[in-house]
């Protein structure tokens, strides 16, 4: 079973690192890349008071065979904003979008994947944690040694929400606080692999 350390230093909540709800602003082909999208998420909002622009990572993402571009243009979405930054075919990504993913059962061979819509009650910048897996006192990047075992334990339940699931079943969901009784979920795709 994975350590509550491994996954508490996946979701740290602090302004830089883990689950945080972003907004698409701009969506295109990659140009180097027949199925991958190049996309600037904003993951800040603007300070009012300090008028201090918003923050903005540009995330590169395997979607163009399942999401329509359209269909990526101005959406909220769920950031792994703490990863370290790479390149794919010449462009960085600075993060990862979380998506749900099953097998169509009417394509054999084929996949549905569906981009994560934050809880309903999220707003841009809110951080998103498993609860009760949260510390703040772990490092904020997330080595990508530590991501693969954490995203095999990522699912959506039989509602299509977020869960972290152990070894013993039990599941935890992903939302902005521990009050809160709304998680994030992908539209009509329950039983999924979140990657």
Known sequence: MIGQTVLRSFFR???TSAGKVGQIIKCIQHPQADKLYVSQVQITPVDPE???????????SGLKD????????NRKVVVLANLPPSKLRGEKSQAMLLAGEKSDSETPGSSIVKLLNPPVDANLG???????????????????????PIQSCLKTNEKGQAVYVTETGEQYLLKKSPESEHGAFCDNLPNAIIR
């Open 50 to 60: 300090s008028e201090g622009p918003a923050s903005t990572v540009q995330i590169c």
């Open 13 to 15: 909540l602090n302004s």
């Open 66 to 73: 399942y999401v329509a571009l359209q269909d990526m243009q």
């Open 126 to 148: 809110d951080k998103l944690s498993f609860y009760p897996f949260y510390d703040e006192s772990f490092p904020a990047k997330l080595k990508s040694s530590k991501w693969a």
